[in-house]
């Protein structure tokens, strides 16, 4: 069992920037690996970011075409976080977003996903 906590969500201009932390406790936490995703107002859960932390590609991150080259994706092994620092943030990156943690391998699709956090809140006004 692992257990997932959002935090660093908030109100921000369009242009600045948040950094998102995802705090998981449980066992064999260095097994799991963690993506970011995001559901915004009235829409559908999306893939945001995703680093592996197991077997051979261990460090390896992957991101939406969306996101890339203004999210980037790491993790702390010893305080067991993983974060999401967003850059030259836009209107449509409000939404609520959720840190998750699998085993599996596919890391884009939500459905792969084993635990989810709580979710919060990124509300960028332009």
């Known amino acids: 069992q692992v257990q997932l906590v959002e935090s660093g969500g908030g109100l921000v201009q369009a242009g600045g920037s948040l950094r998102l932390s995802c705090a998981a406790s449980?066992?064999?936490?260095?097994?799991?690996?963690m993506g970011w995703f995001r559901q915004p107002p009235g829409k559908e859960r999306e893939f945001v970011a995703a680093?592996?932390?197991?077997?051979?590609?261990?460090?390896?991150?992957y991101y939406a075409d969306s996101v890339k080259g203004r999210f980037t994706i790491s993790r702390d092994n010893a305080e067991n976080t993983v974060y999401l620092r967003m850059n030259s943030l836009k209107a449509e990156d409000t939404a609520g977003y959720y840190c998750a943690a699998t085993t599996k391998s596919l890391l884009t699709s939500s459905w792969q996903y084993s635990y989810w956090g709580q979710g919060t809140q990124v509300t960028v006004s332009s």
């Open positions: 449980g066992r064999a936490f260095s097994s799991y690996n």
């Open positions: 680093i592996r932390w197991s077997g051979g590609n261990s460090g390896n991150t």
